[in-house]
């Protein structure tokens, strides 16, 4: 009830905003085509090319669930105080439902709330763990351990550590994506003071043995951060038995809001970072700026979701994944699986499947498929259609197909360059 009654206040916003947007989109004088964001439709030269294409690309984003909608609106509309306001009702319940989301989140990774940390993402948090850390333990400790796949923001914020003369091994991984724990173990210096690694890699979905590297880095008494952008909500994570100092999580890929991640940050003992935004003191100081109790709320609901919901949506999500596979393989042959998700969101081929030792023009003819709560047996089926009947499009006009199926071995050709 109280979603319908929501929802009917804000769709007349949500109509005009999304016309204006669609307005902005077929403006374009160039024949590009544009879109009708109601109802999904790309049209070019008036010509209606499609319908509301298939998702399937659940580690970029999930869909809000409707339950957690519900239980943000209220704090968007009615109850919409600053957490931060001391002195009356609206700022009292507001920092309420801040603190119960916290303990939401808290539950689900098995922490302390006072050890979670509001951010806008897991961008942030990635970055304020891995510089922040650095700038608090230097002079003395100038050398950090990551690896060659993870996310773009955790290289690059080690890469930002290398400009201002840090020193980082970016370790290679096996070709399954695992990390070697020997090759881990050797990495070490006495001035190593951070090591990175992530918990569910976002391309290819392969589980890192956190266990087994939280326990290295305490005998080394070497902090432990993990990105668990893509672990939160799907394996289950306990930052004592696995050891964790620090831990970058994120809404939106729990069916939570977008702009909204936590930092988790060890009590006992005791982890120290350099907050990397000056201000109001927010969050102890670790991360300055107003919380935003809507986005905070649903994070908290989707973690509470997730909780009770976990094994369900995983037995489910592997069923569809068979399916998915049994279905292309069922008409097409040749087709290899990279770990267990595949890649290509950019035309340039992964760097996470170059890492694992996956030939170029493999990384380059590899599509990720990314399949979530909401996604219907219907929808994995007409996947698994339209999958087949491009390919099948592309092997006709492919020579280098044809030469396959005659049995020469493509890798072997040496091109010749005029
Ligand atoms: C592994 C991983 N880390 C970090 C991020 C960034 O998360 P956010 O969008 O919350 O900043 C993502 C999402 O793209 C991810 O998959």
Redesign the pocket.
Known sequence: MATTRHLAAVRPLLRRLSSSSAAAVSADPIDSPSLDLDSGVISMKGVKISGRPLYLDM??TTPVDPRVLDAMLPFYLSRFGNPHSRTHLYGWESDAAVENARSQIASLVHANPKELFFTS????S?NISIKGVMHFVSPSKRHVITTQTE?K?VLDSCRYLQQQGYDVTYLPVRSDGLLDLETLTAAFRPDTGLVSV?AVN?EIGVVQPLEDIGRICRERNVPFHT?A??ALGKIPIDVDRMNISLM?L?G??IYGPKGV?ALYLRRRPRVRVEPQMSGGGQERGIRSGTVPTPLVVGFGAACDIAMKEMEYDSKRISSLQERLLNGIRAKLDGVVVNGSVEHSASLEPSYVLRALGVDEDMAHTSIRFGIGRFTTEAEIDKAAELTVRQVEKLREMSPLYEMVKEGIDIKSIQWSQH
């Open positions: 580690q970029a993402g897991a961008t942030e990635n996310h923001c992530m976002n990105d952008a893509q970058s994120s939106h890929k991640g």
